[in-house]
Structure formats: structure tokens, C-alpha cells
């Protein structure tokens, strides 16, 4: 099975701030990736997939990155609507999701 | 609008076979590259693929899981079914059903989940 490491798992950080999330893969994934961010009791929300497509209506501030293992979340100006947590997904081989990173505010 | 939505028990006893619904509207589940797929999250950890359905009924499983699991649909009552034989405490968890289009795809619509909780 394709195992997936997100780095951190906890990202304080603070409105305006520039954050970045890791998801590394534990095998070759080329670019079958996608970022979810959840909310506490809330379904998951696909933000990002084939690791840098933008979903319709997600804010630009939100952008991906990588490929093969090695993957990035990047919010380039964090608002308060963006603290929650955040999960990568490889869909190379059926599916593995990282462990979460929880962006919380300093 | 596109829409899912799970049902079941919300209780099951350890030992027992745990059977949800997902009911879709929005969308046919005979559409090609329409995909179904069942994940769950236990309290406060990452999720879980469970498995997946198509369009075309070809199913897919976890491996650490494929001997529990049991997905199928019913497209003209527009339903997917999950069924997990031999619950146990561990699999207690919020349960969810996803869509995705294409099987290289992310799941880009989701039910609000269902938590069941396996204890006697």
C-alpha cells in the first residue's frame, strides 16, 4: 500500500501569515493528489487535485504543488475561514490519505 | 445539486453486521465514470478508504479491510449500499459516502457522514 506523511500535524500561525503543509508519499504517485481541508463535524472539502487544479470556487490563496513524492499546500495569506484541518489524498493507486495537519491560530 | 446522503444505525453491537445506505441525488449512478466510494474517520483521527463502486458495478476494497467489506447499488432507487460484517469497537467511526468522477479523480461532493458506534 502507498503510505502518505503530512508534515506538520499541528501549524500554529496567525491571520495574514504565509503557511506551507507537506505530504510526502512513500512511492511514486506522479501527480495524484488532491488536498482536502475539514472542519470540525463537517465532511471533508476537496480544495486541490491532480496535486496544483484549483477547484471551482476555492480562493486563489489556496495553491499546490509537487510531484512524483513530494507535495505542498500553500496558503499565501491565511484567513480566519482557514483554520481547520487539513488532509492530502494519493488517488494513484486506489487511496491513502495522510494523518492531518490541524492549522490552528497562535 | 448534487447531493448524498448517509443512513443507518447509529448503535451496533460488537459481533454484528453494520448496513448503510447512501442515497444520491444530483446525479445517475449509471453515468459513466461516476464512482461511489465509502470512508470513514474514527474520533479525532485521519480517514479511511473503504471502497469503492462504478458506474459499471466493478467494486474495489481496502486490502486490510476487503474481507469485511461489501459494497453494491441499487441505480434506479439512486442508493449505495455498505455493508461491514464482524463490528468491533475499532470501527467505531463517522462514516461517509463520496463521489468521484473518473477512477483517477478526487472525491469532489460528500454526505454529511454518520457516526456509529460499536459497543454493547
Not at chain 2, 68 to 76: A, E, H, N, P, Q
Not at chain 2, 101 to 106: N, R, S
Request: glycine share 6%; net charge neutral; with cysteine.
Amino acid at each position: 500500500d502507498i503510505q502518505m506523511t503530512q508534515s506538520p500535524s499541528t501549524l500554529s500561525a496567525s491571520v495574514g501569515d504565509r503557511v506551507t503543509i507537506t505530504c510526502r508519499a512513500s512511492q511514486n504517485i506522479d501527480h495524484w493528489l488532491a488536498w482536502y481541508q475539514q472542519k470540525p463535524g463537517k465532511a471533508p472539502k476537496l480544495l486541490i487535485s491532480k496535486a496544483s487544479n484549483l477547484e471551482t470556487g476555492v480562493p486563489s490563496r489556496f495553491s499546490g504543488s509537487g510531484s512524483e513524492t513530494e507535495f505542498t499546500l500553500t496558503i499565501s495569506s491565511l484567513q480566519p475561514d482557514d483554520f481547520a484541518t487539513y488532509f492530502c489524498q494519493q488517488y494513484n493507486y486506489l487511496y491513502t490519505f495522510g494523518q492531518g495537519t490541524k492549522l490552528e491560530i497562535k | 445539486q448534487v447531493t448524498l446522503r448517509e443512513s443507518g444505525p447509529a448503535l451496533v453491537k460488537p459481533t454484528q453486521t453494520l448496513t448503510l445506505t447512501c442515497t444520491v441525488s444530483g446525479f445517475s449512478l449509471s453515468t459513466s465514470k461516476v464512482c461511489v466510494s465509502w470512508l470513514r474517520q474514527p474520533p479525532g483521527k485521519a480517514l479511511e478508504w473503504l471502497g469503492r463502486i462504478d458506474w459499471d458495478d466493478a467494486t474495489y476494497y481496502s486490502t486490510s479491510l476487503e474481507t469485511k467489506i461489501t459494497i453494491s447499488k441499487d441505480s434506479s432507487k439512486n442508493q449505495v449500499s455498505l455493508t461491514v460484517t464482524n463490528m468491533d469497537p475499532v470501527d467505531t467511526a463517522t462514516y461517509y459516502c463520496a463521489r468521484s468522477l473518473g477512477v483517477a479523480a478526487g472525491f469532489d461532493s460528500w454526505g454529511q457522514g454518520t457516526l456509529v458506534t460499536v459497543s454493547s
